[in-house]
């Protein structure tokens, strides 16, 4: 299975009711201005209104960053649209590098008064490809040596679950607790970056 439109999110520590998402807004114009990632980024979209929602996005070229709601959850996602060339790993390590990457910088802009930390054990991986990767016991059964071993990689051999989505309306996707809290800068070790 050729794994494309990777989704990545971090959970973070704050409940979604003490996180106030509008001083994103000028962050994610800063990210534009200054072109902080390696796709080209081009707009900003507000849907702080909407419960349970996208929240906060910068939109890419080829893929976009948010600070989301979906189902009561805040986390720090990013959303891989474009094709990526290499593995499945590769995949795997890129998105989840980008959406690391940009938990780091939030966690550290002093805009966001610390307001923005990631959780240290809980990640969603999903395959943004209904027609590649369908949520069917089908797929789970094909992806999952593939987030097995990548996860072995990212929580440098610590123990971890996963638990799969069985709704068929909704992407396929994974939910992996790791035993332990790990730190951005340790993910980012143990990927290599």
């Known amino acids: ?36 990632f390696d796709e080209p980024l081009i707009d900003v979209a507000d849907y702080s209104h909407v419960p349970e929602g996208p929240g906060v996005m910068i939109i890419g070229l080829q893929a ?19 094709a990526f060339d290499g593995s499945n790993q590769d995949r795997l390590a890129q998105a989840t590098r980008s959406a690391l990457k940009a938990c780091q910088r939030l966690e550290s802009d002093a805009r966001l008064k610390g307001s923005i930390r990631f959780n240290g054990k809980e990640i969603e991986v999903s395959i943004d490809d209904r027609a590649l990767a369908p949520n069917t016991e089908a797929t789970r059964a094909t992806a999952e040596p ?32 790791a035993s332990k809290p790990f730190s951005v800068s340790d993910l980012l070790v143990n990927l290599g970056s």
């Not at 962050?27 to 072109?35: A, K, L, M, P, S």
């Not at 720090?76 to 649209?81: E, I, M």
Request: with cysteine; glycine share 6%.
């Open 64 to 82: 976009n960053y948010s600070v989301d709601n979906t189902d009561n959850r805040l986390g720090v996602r990013y959303n891989r649209k474009a």
């Open 1 to 36: 299975m050729n794994l494309q439109h990777v989704n990545v999110k971090l959970f973070v520590e704050n409940s979604a009711a003490t996180v106030d998402l509008e001083p994103l807004i000028p962050v994610f114009h800063n990210w534009i201005q200054d072109q902080v």
């Open 146 to 177: 593939e987030f097995r071993a990548f996860c072995a990689k990212l929580f440098g051999g610590a123990e971890y679950t996963l638990s799969y989505g069985k709704d068929s309306r909704r992407l396929f996707g994974a939910v992996v607790k």
